[in-house]
């Protein structure tokens, strides 16, 4: 929609704010819907990577409030599973150079 802003009077003030309400709108859409299949895939995801991978593809959403919103509450299971990938490292290095 093309929308004069430059037209400060009543009626050019009536269509910006028209305008941008239209704009919140399908802003609000989209990240309705970002926020959703960033849940569902960082739901699905099982390994440390995979969610990792999810996180890299969505970064530069991050900046979103809602989106970094959606993100925080995986943090948690983030770490959880970082720190039991690094135990299985650990045992598996023990392991190998105890029975050597």
Known sequence: E???VL??????QQEWEATKKKYDERIDHAESEITA????RLGAAKTATEMFRVFSRFNALFVRP??????QEYQATLIQQ??????RLQDKFKDK????
Do not use: M
């Not at 037209?7 to 050019?12: E, L, N, T």
């Not at 809602?66 to 993100?71: D, E, K, L, N, Q």
């Not at 150079?97 to 050597?100: D, G, I, M, R, S």
């Open 37 to 40: 299949r960033l849940r569902d």
């Open 97 to 100: 150079y105890e029975t050597t």
């Open 82 to 87: 970082v720190k039991e990938d690094v135990r």
């Open 2 to 4: 093309n929308v004069d």
């Open 7 to 12: 037209d400060v009077s009543r009626r050019g």
């Open 66 to 71: 809602r989106i970094r919103g959606a993100i």
